[in-house]
């Protein structure tokens, strides 16, 4: 079946601008999760969302970042006023049980 | 929230010797500890994992082991080859709440 995807696969945006990256979860997973990492660096967690409960955030790293997950499936990322520190992959991951399916990821630039 | 501190940052073999690293966690609860092997430009995927009730697992030249008295767990790779050139993740999770370490950049030299 489909694994995990993610869009854009890549973003290049001018600082301060607004963007949305989009996760489709594997069918019937009820867990998902994104992760940023910068080059070269590890998987920095941002948030989590199980079911219907109220989602994780502790990751986020500033007010400027949020997420929504609709419907327990399709997930997005947005990041408002984009500084060139946001500037990374953001892989977004999903799981039924205990193993997390990665997706592929959106390289975000800001210029 | 769950720690995960995993060492060493990076590792450099020659083929066919050991590779190992260690990973410890602060949250006794955890019960889950998987590992995720990336390749350049890849994304991360499942080597191996185990769960509390066990000491020790292994799959072929990799095996993990786990002390959840010392709250630490290992990941060891016997006759290293080039293609087990990767960073490697591991992670501890509690009902699917996963934190993963920095990270092992592993080079096997040919």
């Known amino acids: 079946g489909a694994g995990v995807s993610q869009s854009p696969s890549n973003k290049v945006t001018e600082k301060g601008k607004d963007v949305e990256l989009r996760c489709d979860p594997i069918?019937?997973?009820?867990?998902l999760y994104w992760y940023r990492q910068s080059l070269g660096q590890g998987l920095e967690f941002l948030i989590y969302f199980q079911g219907n409960s109220a989602p994780d955030k502790s990751g986020l790293p500033s007010d400027r970042f949020s997420a929504e997950r609709t419907g327990g499936s399709v997930s997005t990322l947005t990041i408002q006023r984009t500084q060139q520190e946001d500037s990374a992959v953001y892989l977004c991951?999903?799981?039924?049980?205990?193993?997390?399916?990665f997706g592929p990821g959106t390289r975000l630039t800001v210029t | 929230g769950e720690n995960v501190e995993q060492h060493p940052s990076t590792l450099s073999v020659q083929e066919g010797d050991s590779a190992v690293i260690k990973c410890t966690y602060s949250?006794?609860?955890?019960?889950?500890f998987p590992w995720y092997k990336q390749e350049l430009g890849k994304r991360p995927q499942l080597i191996i994992d185990?769960?509390?009730?066990?000491g020790e697992k292994k799959d072929q030249r990799i095996a993990v082991t786990l002390n959840k008295t010392a709250k630490h767990f290992s990941l060891h790779i016997t006759e290293t080859q080039p293609e087990d050139s990767a960073v490697y993740f591991c992670?501890?999770?509690?009902?699917?709440?996963?934190?993963f370490g920095a990270g092992t950049r592993l080079t096997v030299k040919p």
């Open positions: 992670a501890a999770s509690m009902w699917r709440d996963m934190r």
């Open positions: 991951a999903s799981s039924l049980m205990d193993e997390q399916y």
């Open positions: 949250d006794s609860a955890s019960n889950y």
């Open positions: 185990i769960r509390s009730n066990v």
């Open positions: 069918s019937g997973h009820t867990a």
